[in-house]
């Protein structure tokens, strides 16, 4: 029970303060504008708020029904497979609670806007420029924590 707990809690936290960013960019950014909201930061850290119909960094842009998909398939995999997690994991239950948690921020966006809420927009000049959203930083984070128990469990055995 209390893998389910902690998974739950994480899930809710991402999920909610996925929803409450994008509703306050929403309401405080018009589309394609771009605030500092550090001019020291800029333009490495910038807010510019997009609509974003594809994948992560834009991919496959007419494909957002499938994505439906995909991010209903993703959470009920991880779902299944936390019941093979042990009982008194943290880490795992955790993490998996931010993958599932980013994935049902984005999947909200689609079905109430048709597109994804992106607005954190990182950029090293001439390098890269992305423009993201805390579902997609929880689904990175927790994406990392899973493969960093990996890696220390199997050194473990």
């Known amino acids: ?3 389910w707990l902690i998974l739950l809690t994480a ?18 950014l018009q589309y394609y504008e771009t ?30 029904d499938v994505f439906l998909v995909v991010a209903l398939l993703i959470i009920a995999g991880l779902l299944v497979s936390m019941r093979a997690t ?8 955790f993490a998996t609670g931010l993958v599932i948690g980013g994935a ?5 966006d689609r079905l109430q806007h048709g ?3 992106d607005f954190i927009h990182y950029q090293i000049p001439e390098v890269i420029s992305n423009v993201s959203n805390p579902a997609d930083h929880a689904i990175v ?3 990392l924590l899973l493969i ?7 050194r473990r055995l």
């Open 86 to 93: 042990a009982a008194d994991a943290l880490l795992a239950p």
């Open 35 to 64: 605030m500092q909201p550090s001019p020291a930061l800029a333009p490495l850290f910038q807010l510019t708020l997009i609509s974003n119909t594809g994948a992560a960094f834009g991919i496959l842009p007419m494909a957002g």
């Open 1 to 3: 029970m209390r893998k």
């Open 11 to 28: 899930l809710c936290l991402a999920a909610t303060i996925d929803q409450a960013a994008k509703a306050w960019a929403l309401g405080n």
């Open 148 to 154: 960093a128990e990996n890696v220390w469990r199997s």
């Open 104 to 108: 049902t921020g984005n999947l909200l």
């Open 115 to 117: 597109h994804v809420i």
């Open 141 to 143: 984070l927790g994406v």
